[in-house]
């Protein structure tokens, strides 16, 4: 029983609205209470029926959610630079204003550049707003030049666990982890550190934990001892970076040592499609025969001791019985008559991964193989298991990035632990459609963004295009064809398709490959969170247009034109699928109506539309009336019952293995892929142009593969890894209780490489790479792996002026600042930038020599003859009584003076004499 | 009642309020003028002074003074003197709390109700505090010269509960801020002409 209804007032006068807190991805459920006398906001309570606790960051009472949205430095009213950026002058002008000037001077950089020449860039979903901007820049005529974190942030990862897998199937949260035998947490920290301890995610883990009854084994990839790693078995701790050679590694043990699932390899896999051995390209039907398709594949059937041909529009072989064979060497005759020696595409991986010895991994990761094989051996027979997706895994890894995503996903195929109970969840947005019968679920993001606007010529033209195509169009449009095929709807443009920021340098600095003149940044602080601060810096101050929408005037905001006032969660109603990378939908009504002249990004973009030509395209007055369209199709709902139950599973409860089901039209339904099949072998990246299997490339830095950086830089830097009540840039500002519990930036460091640097516990240090140099404090310990620092990021310091040179501290301890944007850094896949694995010094601020703390021996102590003791007579103050031998060491040395001690009379306590 | 200390009170308040609500234009500056006189008949030199400034304030002079209106009230400097008496009274310096709701009673009651555009400003802004008073200075007028002395009795109560409830618990406080944190001699001659202003019509 819920304890408030959307928007019913209490005896007090409190109206209780159902909202969801957007302050982390978790978006848990509140109910915010607005006194109905005043319209503000004074109560905010968890929805504990949705299992929501509340937070630090809103506070056990909602006290430091409350502070946020009444805090005076909030940005409220839209600021217009005056004078030169960088100068932090402003005036307040008209919100509509604003938005006149804006799409004036878009206008005139479109006509000039063409509309290719604005980039937007976003936070890691902060709103949910994000359809609309699509559809904005959509309309604008953009290519899609959206820069965002999620280039190393989970979203990299759409296109290819669509292609693999039919489904976004690396989570933060596994849907069914109580089933689960073994649980890798690669490169990410449960429970506490991302989302909050408080979260329901750090509580899934603590409830798997402490049940009764068996528990799941849990294994830590991190180079940090945090979060469950103490409780891990193994911990591995790995070298930064190089987390994508362990993947690759365990391929090999897991086929060497046949501890795969042959059956689903077999059924389920396209395992078994036939690879050339000459060119290691997939074999088609149109190779082979001449009315073949690019979509179909080969195998060899052992009844028939031929090949066969795969069906993938109907997912079956064309012949009506096939034992199709995983493994053997076969002549395939081809269409023009020739053979081709071929091998099964799990060959082709066997034969790939062979090179991935433990004694290898063991050199590149620092890991010792009786972990190694003792975690692989675990994940893959102690199952069903789960590998959680995580920051660390290989996001941000540069130039093995994607491909370790690929392991990963081929770790789940090989190991069957794809749609099972305890392993790793294939959601679907809705029913597989029946034909005759509309779609019943709410409407997606992806069918507001209107993406088919975007004409093939403008395409071309999203910056690294045919460069990154992972995160291109390129990338996108294939799987975006299968997703369509399995459920009728597109696949959201909203984070798939990506611009890698450090492009955007380059495009805006020279003009390469076409000028870059304009930059929407809304819930974005890219100054603390893109690779190599300076260079983004230059970037920003160069220019025509900058327009910042926030909550709070960040770095970013600082050398805008203009900045726009942002509303809040709960002054912004919510419908959700979560950048349409989810199943279900959430939902939460807005409590209040935004204050003093924020905005929410929906008007913003819609505001801006309306004044570029796009009216037409923006019929909905108000949020909640998309809101009502989406849900216009959903049977016996409405905009209240959604609030009220907060969220719409479509499917109803999870039901695991659905890829065994049988569809309405007869088909077995297998997975949204091109083949149907699990795609152990990416087709899609061999027809786009890259290796279909992945390897390990040399990383930018590293003492293997750059020993000469490593002379000067000897220490391996990871940054990025998260603590709590941090998220990301955010709660950095005063006065939300957050800075309070973490004020300053704090790094790892093994105490024998402290010790041997000199470096002393909670000192300031600088961290030093090729790029640049930081400041944070040491955190020395033994839970960090030793030749190793971790750094954080995204540091800034709201209390510093925002007016150059002081620019809020960003160039002071972000992490960030020491990470390249150089193309050769960025995965050539992905374009995912490199904060985990590079190489830096560290020293101490102050150099030791010049510490002001003198060291006296103990034996001038007794003497009582030492520093000190001349400098407090000297002062006045206080006698000091001389240690004598009888006294014990450690004893209180200052004996009270027989009269009360006085001052001289000419000394001011905290005046000093200049002349003197 | 000192009609005319009433007037040049009344005066005084609204081209405060309005000068609080929005950096001054042109307009503003001009509309000063007459108020040199009235505010001379009641001692308070400081919109003489004023007067002298804009003389001779030009258009970049005019932008500074906009671009120190923006840097005082609008939240971009960390140590602002933000204009609203929540921000004063309130223990935790926050925007809308207590006192924002209850000048919104008073305001209600009397059927005071400023046009706030599109945008949404708590009433305890000292815009709207000063426009209030404006309000019923004028209110009080009236009823003066239609012969009705209760009902302008009356109105000079609230005035009186108004201003030691509210205007004198925060606003001396808030132009002591603005004169130390203005880098224009303008806005500083603004927050003493406020002070002045405030004092005066708690005198009336």
């Known amino acids: 029983m819920a304890k408030h209804i959307n928007k019913e007032i209490d005896e007090d006068g409190i109206q209780w609205t159902q909202n969801r807190c957007f302050f982390c991805h978790m978006n848990c459920s509140l109910y915010v209470g607005v006194d109905t006398k005043t319209g503000q906001i004074v109560k905010i309570e968890p929805n504990e029926e949705q299992g929501t606790e509340l937070c630090e960051r809103i506070g056990a009472h909602g006290e430091n959610a409350i502070r946020f949205h009444y805090h005076p430095q909030r940005i409220n009213h839209a600021l217009k630079r005056v004078g030169e950026r960088g100068e932090d002058k402003w005036e307040e002008i008209p919100y509509e204003q604003a938005l006149d000037e804006i799409a004036a001077k878009l206008t005139e950089l479109k006509e000039k550049y063409g509309p290719e020449t604005l980039v937007v860039s976003e936070g890691t979903y902060r709103s949910d707003h994000l359809w609309a901007r699509s559809r904005f820049s959509n309309l604008f005529g953009n290519p899609g030049n959206i820069i965002d974190p999620g280039s190393i942030c989970w979203c990299w990862t759409y296109t290819i666990n669509l292609s693999m897998c039919g489904w976004p199937l690396e989570l933060a949260m596994p849907v069914t982890p109580e089933y689960a035998k073994t649980i890798v947490l690669w490169g990410t920290r449960r429970p506490g550190e991302v989302y909050g301890p408080q979260s329901p995610l750090s509580r899934q883990f603590k409830g798997l934990l402490s049940r009764d009854g068996w528990k799941p084994r849990i294994i830590c990839v991190d180079p940090v001892c945090a979060g469950l790693a103490p409780v891990s078995e193994p911990w591995l701790n790995i070298y930064p970076g190089t987390d994508v050679y362990l993947a690759l590694t365990w391929i090999n043990l897991v086929i060497q040592n046949k501890w795969y699932d042959e059956d689903f390899l077999k059924y389920w896999s396209n395992a078994v499609f036939l690879v050339r051995k000459d060119d290691n390209h997939i074999l088609r039907t149109e190779d082979v025969v001449e009315d073949g398709n690019n979509d179909d594949f080969v195998a060899w059937d052992a009844i028939t001791n031929g090949p066969v041909f795969w069906n993938s529009d109907e997912n079956r072989y064309f012949n009506a019985e096939v034992d199709a064979a995983l493994t053997g060497d076969f002549e395939v005759t081809l269409k023009d008559g020739t053979t081709a020696a071929c091998y099964t595409a799990f060959d082709a991986l066997t034969e790939r991964m062979k090179q991935y010895t433990l004694d290898e991994c063991e050199k590149i990761t620092g890991l010792e193989r009786g972990k190694i094989v003792e975690a692989i051996r675990a994940y893959a027979c102690d199952g069903p298991a789960t590998m959680v997706w995580g920051v660390g895994a290989s996001d941000a890894h540069g130039v093995n990035s994607v491909y370790g995503g690929v392991a990963r996903t081929i770790l789940r195929i090989l190991t069957g632990n794809v749609d099972n109970l305890g392993g790793d969840y294939i959601g679907e947005p809705g029913p597989v459609p029946v034909p005759g019968k509309g779609k019943e679920f709410p409407v997606r993001d992806s069918e507001f963004e209107m993406a088919e606007v975007v004409t093939p010529e403008t395409r071309k033209k999203l910056l690294g295009n045919d460069i990154f195509k992972v995160m291109s169009w390129e990338g996108f449009e294939p799987v975006d064809k299968n997703y369509r095929k399995m459920w009728d709807i597109p696949r959201p443009q909203v984070h798939q398709l990506l611009a890698s920021t450090p492009l955007a340098y380059d495009a805006i600095l020279k003009g390469d490959p076409y000028k870059v003149s304009a930059w929407i940044a809304w819930g974005s602080n890219p100054l603390s969170w893109a690779p190599d601060t300076k260079k983004l810096y230059q970037a920003l101050k160069a220019l025509d247009l900058l327009v910042v929408v926030d909550y709070w005037k960040t770095p970013t905001a600082a050398l805008a034109d203009y900045i726009m006032p942002a509303a809040d969660c709960f002054e912004r109603p919510m419908a959700t699928s979560l950048e349409d990378g989810n199943d279900f939908t959430l939902y939460g009504d807005r409590a209040v109506q935004p204050e003093f002249d924020r905005h929410m990004d929906f008007d913003f973009f819609r505001g801006l539309g309306v004044r570029l030509g796009q009216e037409e395209y923006w019929p909905w007055e108000t949020y909640e009336e998309t809101i009502d369209e989406r849900l216009d199709r959903v049977p016996d709902m409405d905009y209240q019952k959604a609030m009220n139950q907060g969220s719409i599973y479509p499917c109803g409860a999870v039901q695991p293995d659905k890829y065994r089901q049988t569809l309405p039209n007869g088909q077995i339904r297998g997975f949204a892929t091109r083949s149907r099949k699990c795609e152990l072998f990416v087709s899609m990246l061999e027809d786009i142009g890259y290796d279909p299997l992945p390897y390990w490339s040399p990383m930018f830095e590293s003492p293997i593969d750059t020993p000469e950086v490593a002379k000067e830089y000897p220490l391996r830097l990871t940054v990025g890894g998260r603590w709590s009540p941090m998220y990301h840039s955010e709660w950095r500002v005063p006065g939300q209780g957050t800075r309070s519990m973490f004020p300053w930036p704090t790094f790892n460091i093994h105490y024998n490489d402290a010790r041997d640097l000199g470096i002393r516990d909670n000192e300031w240090c600088w961290i030093e790479s090729p790029r640049g140099r930081i400041r944070q404090r040491a955190k020395i310990g033994w839970d960090i792996k030793e030749g190793c620092i971790a750094v954080q990021s995204h540091w800034w310091y709201p209390e510093l002026p925002a007016e150059e040179p002081w620019s809020q501290g960003i160039f002071e301890s972000n992490g960030n600042l020491l990470c390249p944007s150089d193309f050769e850094s960025l995965d050539p896949l992905g374009g995912n930038w490199v904060t985990r694995g590079l190489l830096c010094k560290v020293y101490p601020c102050i150099d030791p020599k010049d510490r002001s703390e003198k060291e006296i021996p103990v034996e001038e102590f007794l003497k009582g003859d030492t520093f000190y003791h001349r400098e407090y007579e000297h002062l006045g103050a206080v006698e000091v009584d001389k240690l004598d031998d009888e006294r014990s060491y450690g004893a209180n040395t200052l004996k009270a003076p027989a009269e009360p001690h006085t001052m001289k009379p000419d000394f001011k306590p905290g005046v000093v004499d200049r002349k003197a | ?204």
């Open chain 2, 1 to 204: 009642m000192d009609k005319d200390k009433l007037e040049g009170c009344r005066q005084l308040a609204s081209w405060l309020s309005d000068l609080y609500w929005t950096a001054p234009s042109r307009a503003t500056v001009a509309a000063l003028e007459p108020l040199r006189a009235e505010s001379a008949k009641l001692g308070i030199e400081e919109a003489e002074a004023l007067g002298r400034v804009a003389e001779g304030m030009d258009d970049a002079g005019l932008k500074d003074v906009a671009v120190d209106h923006t840097d005082l009230f609008y939240g971009v400097k960390p140590d602002a003197p933000f204009p609203y008496e929540s921000i004063y009274r309130g223990e935790q310096r926050l925007l809308m709390q207590a006192p924002a709701g209850e000048v919104k009673k008073v305001y209600e009651a009397e059927g005071y109700a400023p046009d706030q555009g599109d945008s949404r400003e708590p009433e305890d802004h000292i815009s709207y505090e000063l426009g209030y008073l404006a309000f019923l200075l004028e209110a009080a007028r009236d009823a003066h010269e239609r012969g009705d002395a209760v009902r302008a009795g009356e109105l000079m109560d609230k005035k009186d509960a108004f201003v030691q409830e509210h205007v004198l618990r925060w606003i001396p406080r808030f132009c002591d801020d603005v004169r130390r944190r203005s880098s224009t001699e303008f806005l500083k001659l603004t927050s003493s002409l406020t002070e002045r202003t405030v004092a005066a019509i708690a005198d009336l």
